[in-house]
């Protein structure tokens, strides 16, 4: 019986793909340099900002191997990504709810999850604060927990963020269901020793998710209410 869940944020309850695409494009354009589709954007977010600046510098993707996305990284100018994040970190404080929106059906099915006794948590590669900021204004009290990730932290898949929240809900992990639309989110419930329900309405694909190792693939608020409540 699913008694707990842990959510990512970004692509999972939140469509923020507007918003991160704004933030990218606006320093990009600043610099002169190349911007990109807000689509191709879904295959650059997902490992935190961090990882987000360099993909977007130096042209890399979700689909690119680390070695070549570090080879790549390697041949920047020195101080180029740290003074892009920064950039960055500041255009999206200042327009992080310009779009963004809960995905259809999400918020009704939080409700019902609360009134069923199912306690809740989000984990997110997005800095604590946003984090934090976001989950409150769109979605109130509901979550018992919610990690971002913390400066000096490991971002997912490493487990740190979700086993803190996994603490946080005092529950035993064989009845919490980590929900995700990414890879990068069913190697972390692996990882953390979890259950992991893929969502197709996110930024990543059905088959990403599939060979990711995802136990559950669901397609609306409303499939997932039922199959954690079954």
Known sequence: MIKGVIFDLDGTLLNTLGDLAAAGNAVLAARGMRTYPQEAYKLMVGNGIPR???????????LCAEEAEKGSASKLPQGLEPAVLQEFMDYYEAHKEDTTAPYPGIVEMLERLTAAGVKLAVVSNKADQPARELTRRYFGPV????????EGGRAKPDPASTLEAVRQLSLPKDEILYVGDSDVDMLTAHNAGLRSCGVLW???SA???KRAGACDLVSSAAELERLILK
Request: a positive charge; zero cysteines.
């Open 207 to 209: 088959d990403e998710l």
């Open 52 to 62: 987000l600046i360099r993909r977007m510098l130096t042209g890399t993707n979700a």
């Open 202 to 204: 996110g930024f990543r």
């Open 143 to 150: 979550f018992a927990s919610v990690v971002g990730l913390k």
